[in-house]
């Protein structure tokens, strides 16, 4: 079963995601201070797919914020080709690092943040790496080469949600649909924002 996520492109930049009300929180300097610098840590339960049941640590390394120009440049490339253009696009751009497990993980491409509801929604998306069997084979999964997170700081608890293997499209203009490949996402628990000025689990 594919589940999809839409995400206002317009939305991304007045501060409007997904199908959740965000307000622009102000600043972007002062969001950019804000995230600079910290590290969030938790953990990654899988609830479908071969990796069902299984946790495993998380770790999202933040160097910066994606910046407005850089959103527009991702939206046009989607909007003037497809998820390709977007990728080679994307895979100039590092923002931070995730990791997943052990590993040293993957560049973490764009990390977009958004304030609303007394807490902070950060977006992730990078590009996965393609196992050697899905390049071999040209396995249906090739046609989802992102990843993407979504993580909620603040009021309500710290937490999110994961799709390991994910495509976009473009619908009606201004929308990215993400979808996932066959999974259910998996969630993200007990995230902790650490780093910057000082060590927080909360960001208000």
């Known amino acids: ?4 996520n839409r995400l206002g492109l317009i939305g991304i930049l007045c501060g409007v995601l997904s199908l ?3 307000r622009h929180g102000g600043e972007a300097h002062g969001q950019a201070d804000r995230f600079s ?6 953990t990654v339960y899988f609830i479908g797919g071969r990796a069902a049941g299984r946790s495993l640590p998380f770790r999202l390394i933040i160097n910066r914020l994606t910046t407005t120009e850089e959103i527009n440049q991702l939206n046009a490339a989607l909007q003037s080709g497809n998820q390709d253009e977007m990728l080679k696009l994307l895979s100039r751009i ?5 990791q997943i497990g052990s590993g040293v993980g993957v560049p973490a491409n764009a990390i ?9 929604k950060l977006i992730v998306l ?3 790496n393609l196992r050697f069997a899905e390049l071999r084979y ?6 989802y080469p992102f990843g993407y997170a979504e993580l909620y700081l603040g009021s309500g608890g710290n937490q999110g949600m994961l799709i390991p293997a994910a495509r976009v499209r473009l619908r009606n203009g201004n929308t990215w649909e993400v979808e996932d490949f066959g999974t259910f996402p998996a969630r993200l628990m ?6 910057g000025h000082h060590v927080e689990t909360d960001v208000q």
């Open 1 to 4: 079963m594919k589940k999809r």
């Open 20 to 22: 959740m009300p965000f």
């Open 37 to 42: 610098g910290r590290t969030i840590t938790g």
């Open 94 to 98: 590092q923002a931070g690092r995730i």
């Open 112 to 120: 977009i943040a958004t304030q609303g509801d007394g807490r902070t």
């Open 126 to 128: 990078y590009q996965r």
């Open 138 to 143: 040209g396995a249906r999964s090739e046609d």
């Open 190 to 195: 007990g995230l902790q924002v650490h780093g």
